[in-house]
């Protein structure tokens, strides 16, 4: 058997499937790794030590070797690759593990074999800020607006580059067709993507965008504002915002609701408010009185003895929910209007009133510590 036992060093068994030895890797990777532990040199040994295990254990071939215990005189299958010395890695990239280690340093530390601005990424997503009217916030709106957004190029498909009949060097691996990434001590040389290893690629700037990907462009949009929008409201247009980048999808768009007063109604969710007077009489016999509702005109009854300030709520005839179901309620608030007595037949009513009704309404004020 290897005198190194490289299960023992990644703390799996002897059966462990490849996903539990990736898996062990990084989590030791992570603590280990020399640029988290700088100067600590039992730290960057045991570093070295899992890397090796994981080259080992991670190669069906190798790991069938050793396994028989045939990788090296010291148990190391490191032993004479490139001067390297028992227990150290050489450069990954000529020991043939370019694809396998570069992309799990890409997994630890964010850190990939291909430069992050030549990926596909979606494009942002834009806010457009709309006032609507009370009652359009209610039942809902279509309309039009105009733009100015962007698009990808029409002529090189958001590439920002289109086939050319002359080769030129590729940008990211400045024709060497190798990538060079740094874990620690540990140099690694990925071959790069986009070229294919070739240093060479068959394609020229596209003249239409600059090779941004992206043109400028005025688009007029009809949307759809749906019933019960409310200020702060966002209504998405899904693949109207900004255009994507290397050939991926454009953002959405989100238009931003701010929705104008009304004079008589306001709003507190799904419920509209509104404040409605009646006459001292009204309130103290009772009536039943008309009052505006967003739908048209409404009849309320007011019982007997309403003080100012007590609310009726007309069920089903407030905002619509833009969670659907049933819409809210309006709720009427009452207020008592003390009338503005100066013919002297209505001052002794009054006062026939008051002498008929002692009731002290402020016997209790003052009364509690």
Do not use: W
């Amino acid at each position: 058997m290897p005198a190194v036992d490289y299960y023992e060093v990644l703390g799996v068994g002897r059966k462990a499937r490849p996903a539990e030895i990736k898996k062990a890797y990084k989590r030791l990777a992570r603590k280990c790794h020399p640029d988290l532990n700088p100067g600590n040199r039992t730290a960057e040994e045991q570093f070295k030590r899992i890397t090796e295990a994981y080259a080992v254990l991670s190669d069906p071939e190798k790991r069938r070797r050793y396994d028989q215990g045939g990788l090296g005189a010291e148990g190391s299958p490191f032993q004479g690759a490139g001067g390297a010395g028992p227990g150290v890695p050489p450069d990954f990239g000529a020991a043939g593990f370019e694809g396998g280690f570069s992309d799990i340093f890409a997994e630890i530390f964010g850190e990939g074999p291909v430069p992050r601005e030549r990926e596909p990424r979606t494009g942002g997503d834009r806010v457009y800020p709309m006032r609507i009217g009370f009652f359009d916030a209610l039942r809902g709106l279509t309309t039009t607006i105009q733009i100015e957004g962007e698009e990808a190029c029409p002529v090189c498909a958001g590439l920002g580059v289109v086939a050319s009949a002359r080769a030129r060097t590729c940008p990211d691996c400045h024709g060497t067709g190798k990538l060079e990434r740094f874990g620690g001590r540990i140099r690694f040389t990925p071959t790069c993507r986009r070229c294919g290893g070739s240093g060479r690629l068959m394609e020229e700037t596209c003249s239409r965008c600059s090779g941004s990907g992206k043109i400028s462009r005025v688009q007029k949009l009809q949307i759809q504002i749906p019933a019960g929008v409310d200020t702060g409201s966002r209504v998405r247009v899904a693949g109207k915002g900004g255009a994507g980048v290397l050939g991926g999808p454009p953002g959405d768009l989100y238009i931003l609701i701010q929705v104008d007063s009304h004079p008589f109604f306001s709003r507190a969710g799904d419920q509209i408010l509104c404040t409605v007077p009646v006459t001292f009489s009204e309130a103290a016999l009772g009536s039943k009185v008309e009052v505006p509702t967003v739908d048209g005109p409404a009849t309320i009854r007011i019982p007997p003895g309403t003080q100012s300030g007590q609310k009726i709520r007309l069920r089903g005839r407030g905002a619509p929910s833009l969670r659907g179901g049933a819409r809210g309620d309006q709720i009427v608030e009452v207020k008592v209007v003390t009338p503005d007595v100066r013919d002297e037949k209505a001052k002794s009513l009054l006062r026939q009133l008051a002498e008929l009704d002692r009731t002290d309404l402020r016997s209790h004020l003052g009364t509690r510590s």
